[in-house]
Every structure is written in structure tokens, then in C-alpha cells.
């Protein structure tokens, strides 16, 4: 391992943070670059031991020490380089630089899953008493991890409609220590006002953390709208083939952690298992990727597995390309199915007439595509969504989006069977309601298995 490779690709402190270095391999790490050279460059460079030009999966645990005094600094935290892999790994470490960079952030930390990045950030933020703020409409994963197993540490949620400023300026109390969103969320495809979200959590003086998974930073960049951290599941579109868990935080470095005494302990107070040092102060804007490595990782233990990584990083290469191609054909197939005899509503921003805030706003912070996840109702109702379900032949049946296979899950039946019928509308997700995570397959393909799917379904149910 050499040093240029440990120093390069470590949590970064030094000026090419910015994305303004450029490697001997000639690889674009930020700077003027465009995003899609970014996409396939940013935080790699050939091998410098053996020049392999694909990033090499280090599959390995532990690093050999140059001597006492190397092992004593990086232990210290003084020199970056790599220990154990719970830590930092090389391979991982190329991913958080990437995904960093196309965010516009100043460091990132990948999880072994996304949950694991959303719990990794709230170790990060709150102690025990405290609460934040959340959109009531996220991932439903989301929902039960903050408003069941959070309780377990006496960390709390106040669920809010997060595009009504009075109710989340009303939701912010003494012991409110962030609001989270997401930029544009499941399973309607919601899209949050971000810039209005960062004012108000900025005169509250709490970070406003952003969840883009669905949108990716190929469509939307919370960072450029104030957001002060983001966290992905890279489960999703950031790897694209359905192949590897993963999760990461990416920190824009802007947050005055020290601003108010007492409000964010982990990092603005001295830490003890390193000497006392305080990470807001020794790292400044670097403190939060700091800290994400060295306690969060350290203690919670949530690495991301290299070969995860790797795959990873391959997904990110072609983002571009297949976002691109999952919004044209998610906005054709929402089009289409607008026009259909069955279906009394298509939720897609843009396409749903009764919803022109949402036209507004997604013209605002989505201006490439509103992404490639939406859902429609079916006048037949449960029973109508459960047979076009069953139907489908190319669309597949399961829980997850951001595939390049198209999906198709009718949550009433599925993720949001245990709620009740009030609690299932409320997340967009009534008995009615099928969702869609559109791929990049052909569009006449698509619109022919849906067409089919919803003839045999007709008269079932309704
Ligand atoms: C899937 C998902 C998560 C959780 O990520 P995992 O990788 O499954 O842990 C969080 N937020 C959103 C928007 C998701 O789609």
C-alpha cells in the first residue's frame, strides 16, 4: 500500500479535497470536470503498484504498520492511512470519495446498508432525550427504524408534513437536533422543497439532512440547496443491479457543530478514547467523516464490504446513462397510464394535474427527470392491484427500486400490510395503489406487459 494511495484516498484534509487534483492516470476527480466524467473517475486511479486501471477489491482486514511511530499517529488520528477495515478500506474508501464528489460534499462514509447510514448519522447527532424532525412520507424502513427501535435509545421523531413550513417550524423544540427528508420520496415520488427546508432549519440552527436516495445526484443535489448532510442507500440506484446492500453519509462540511455549546456533544466535545481531542475543533470541516470513521464505524460496526464497494462502484460508472433512460420511460409509461381506462390516478410530478406544487417543485429541483419511481391507483381497488400484480411478467414482483429491471409492488399487500388502512393512505399507499420503479428495458415492452397485466386484472376486482 503506498502512501500516496492511503493519503489520496482517506477521509480527506488536505487541498484536493475540493476535487481540484488530478492523478498521473489522468483521472477527473472533480474540479471542471462534468458529472459523467465524474461518474466514472472520481475518487480512482490506476493501481499504482500494478497499474490495473479497474479500482482492485482490497478483500482484506488489517493493514502492516511502517513502524511504532506510524502505528502510534494513525491510531492518534495525525496521519491518514489504514488500520482495520471496520475502519477504512481502500476499495470503500474510492466509493465515499465518489459519491462525495458527485454530491458536492466534503467527505462521505459508507454503511454496510442504508439504515446503517441513517443510524450511523443520528449516533452522530443525538443523545439521549433528543429529537428530530422527519417527513412523513419516507421509505417505510424509515418510518419503523425512527419511530420504533430509535425510542430504544430515548431518541425521538416528530412526524410532519415537511412541505407545510408552519408545521415543521412548529415541530422545533429545545431538543430538535435536525429535520430529515427526503428529496424525492417513496413511494409517490414526493418532491420536498429543499431550499426552504435549509432556511428553516438553518434559523433553528440544526442541520437539515436529506435522504436522496431515490433522486440520486445525478437529478437533485441537496448540498447546492442548503442540505448540510445526505445519506444514501446505494441499495438503489447508485449501484443499479440489484446486486449490494450498501448505505453512505456524505457531509457538505458546512455545519458550525460547535456553534451552540452542548448541542452536538460527539463532535464538538473532547472525545476520550482519543486523548480529548475535539473532532469539530481538530478537523473543522471534515469533522463529521471524521468522526463517522473513527467512533461511528469504530463502535457501530456497520462496515461496507469491499466486494460491495467494488460493485458499487461499478453501478456509479453508468448512473447517467441509466438515469436518464429510467426517467424517459417512467415518464412515458406515467403518461400512458394516465390515459388508461383503469387507472383513476398516476402520481409521476408533472403527469398528476391535481398536484401542480409538485409540478412546480419538480421542475425546480429535479430539472433532468423526476425519477423513475411512482405509483397509480386502480379503480378496481385491492383486489384489482393484487391480480395486475400476479399478471406482470416482465415487470417483477418484489420490494425494492432502482433496478435496471423494471418493478412493480402493491404495498397494501406487502410493505404496508400491518398498517392500517388510514395509516396506509396517509404514506401514499392505500389499498388502490401500485408502485412502480421503472428500468431500462425497452418502452414498448413495458407499456405491453402493463397493458396486459391490467386487462386481465379488469372485472376481478372492481
Ligand atoms: C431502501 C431505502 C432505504 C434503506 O436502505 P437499505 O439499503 O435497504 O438499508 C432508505 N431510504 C430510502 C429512500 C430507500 O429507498
Known amino acids: 500500500m503506498s502512501g500516496d494511495v492511503s493519503g489520496r484516498r482517506g477521509p480527506r484534509r488536505e ?73 477504512t478500506n481502500p476499495t470503500v474508501a474510492a466509493l465515499e470519495e465518489r ?26 447527532l443525538m443523545e439521549p432525550g433528543d429529537r428530530f424532525v422527519a417527513s412523513q412520507r419516507l421509505y417505510g424502513g424509515s418510518i419503523t427504524q425512527f419511530g420504533k427501535t430509535f425510542k430504544k435509545f430515548d431518541w425521538h421523531v416528530d412526524f410532519v408534513d415537511t412541505n407545510d413550513p408552519d408545521a415543521v417550524a412548529a415541530a422545533i423544540g429545545e431538543r430538535t437536533r435536525a429535520i430529515f427528508v427526503e428529496s424525492l420520496a417513496n413511494p409517490e415520488g414526493t418532491v420536498s422543497d429543499l431550499e426552504r427546508l435549509a432556511r428553516l432549519a438553518a434559523d433553528a440552527g440544526i442541520p437539515l439532512v436529506v435522504d436522496n436516495t431515490l433522486a440520486t445526484p445525478y437529478l437533485c443535489r441537496p448540498i447546492e440547496w442548503g442540505a448540510d448532510l445526505v ?71 456497520a462496515a461496507m464490504a469491499p466486494m460491495n464497494a467494488f460493485q458499487t462502484l461499478l453501478g456509479v460508472e ?5 438515469m436518464q433512460r429510467q426517467c424517459e420511460n417512467a415518464r412515458a409509461l406515467a403518461l400512458h397510464l394516465a390515459e388508461h381506462p383503469q387507472v383513476q390516478r398516476v402520481s409521476y410530478p408533472g403527469v398528476d394535474a391535481t398536484a401542480p406544487v409538485q409540478t412546480e417543485l419538480a421542475a425546480r429541483y429535479l430539472p433532468i427527470g423526476a425519477g423513475a419511481v411512482f405509483t397509480f391507483e386502480l379503480r378496481g381497488g385491492y383486489d384489482a392491484c393484487v391480480r395486475a400484480v400476479e399478471r406482470c411478467n416482465l415487470f417483477s414482483h418484489l420490494a425494492n427500486v432502482g433496478d435496471t429491471r423494471s418493478l412493480i409492488l402493491h404495498p ?42 391490467l386487462h386481465g386484472a379488469e372485472g376481478v376486482g372492481g
Open 15 to 87: 487541498e484536493d479535497a475540493d476535487g481540484s487534483a488530478k492523478d498521473a492516470g489522468g483521472a477527473a476527480q472533480g474540479g471542471g470536470y462534468g458529472f459523467e466524467t465524474r461518474s466514472v473517475h472520481a475518487g480512482t486511479q490506476p493501481d499504482p503498484l500494478t497499474g490495473a486501471r479497474q479500482t482492485p477489491i482490497y478483500q482484506n482486514t488489517s493493514y502492516v504498520f511502517h513502524d511504532a511511530d506510524h502505528a502510534a499517529s494513525l491510531f492518534n488520528l495525525q496521519t491518514y492511512g489504514f488500520i482495520y477495515s471496520r475502519l
Open 318 to 322: 453508468t448512473l447517467p446513462l441509466r
Open 412 to 453: 397494501a399487500s406487502t410493505t404496508h400490510r400491518q398498517l392500517s388502512e388510514e395509516q396506509q393512505r396517509a404514506a401514499g399507499a392505500g389499498p388502490e395503489t401500485v408502485r412502480l420503479s421503472v428500468g431500462i428495458e425497452t418502452l414498448e415492452d413495458l407499456v405491453a406487459d402493463l397493458d396486459q397485466a
Open 231 to 301: 445519506v444514501h442507500s446505494t441499495t438503489k440506484f447508485l449501484s443499479g443491479n440489484g446486486t449490494s446492500l450498501g448505505g453512505c453519509v456524505v457531509d457538505s462540511g458546512r455545519f458550525d457543530w460547535g456553534a451552540v455549546p452542548g448541542r452536538y456533544r460527539s463532535l464538538a466535545e473532547p472525545e476520550p478514547a482519543y486523548h480529548g481531542i475535539t473532532f469539530w475543533e481538530s478537523f473543522g470541516d471534515l469533522a463529521f467523516t471524521m468522526w463517522a470513521h473513527a467512533v461511528g464505524l469504530r463502535d457501530l460496526g
Open 99 to 124: 459519491i462525495a464528489n458527485l454530491e458536492g460534499g466534503r467527505g462521505g462514509t459508507c454503511c454496510a446498508s442504508g439504515h446503517a447510514a441513517q443510524m450511523m448519522l443520528f449516533t452522530a
